[in-house]
């Protein structure tokens, strides 16, 4: 594909991911060379930071990120602080519910769940101290997500077993199944 196509779709694929993503994985994922992703990659750089965007990218250890420009921090504090003090989303609010009830759940079966991206979700629930990030026991690389404690606390129960309707939500093998495709 040409420079410019590559540059979109290798913006497109850091954006929708939220998280770190390998060089080698966008190269595979674009089906080009990894040589020309860095340049890809390099290039994004050179015009963001030439242009004063709101977005940089940051490497590390082979893997690359898009992430907010430093000089914007303090406007991005200010939308993080509100979107902390401000009542949940319906968004968020499904997704705390299907980590409730499906816990531990890996954010592909969130996703598959809910048929949307949810990172950017997670990532507010995170912050939030609704949620906790574990490692998956067989899979090092890959993270599970369930309830906290201060998630119940809030809610005050003393465990997940007291939500409504728990036994039969979370026992619910129509929900399993489309989560265990998605993994």
Not at 44 to 64: F, N
Not at 114 to 142: D, T
């Amino acid at each position: 594909m040409d420079e410019e196509k590559l540059k979109s779709v290798l913006e497109s694929l850091l954006l929708v991911s939220g998280e770190p993503v390998k060089i080698s994985k966008l190269a595979k994922i674009t089906r080009e060379r990894v040589s020309e992703v860095e340049n890809a990659l390099m290039e994004l750089e050179v015009e963001y930071l030439g242009r004063k965007r709101g977005i940089i990218i940051i490497k590390k250890g082979g893997k690359v990120q898009l992430a907010t420009n430093p000089d914007n921090a303090s406007f991005v504090n200010g939308l993080v602080e509100s979107d902390l003090k401000g009542d949940l989303s319906r968004a968020s609010l499904e997704v705390l519910s299907v980590i409730a009830y499906k816990e531990p759940i890996a954010r592909s079966g969130i996703e598959a769940i809910r048929g949307v991206n949810s990172s950017f979700i997670l990532r507010n629930l995170l912050m939030r101290g609704l949620i906790e990030k574990v490692e998956e026991a067989e899979n090092k690389r890959r993270h599970l997500y369930r309830i906290s404690l201060d998630f119940l606390k809030k809610l005050g129960l003393k465990s997940v077993e007291e939500l409504p309707d728990y036994e039969k939500i979370s026992k619910d093998e129509r929900i399993d199944s489309v989560q265990k495709i998605s993994l």
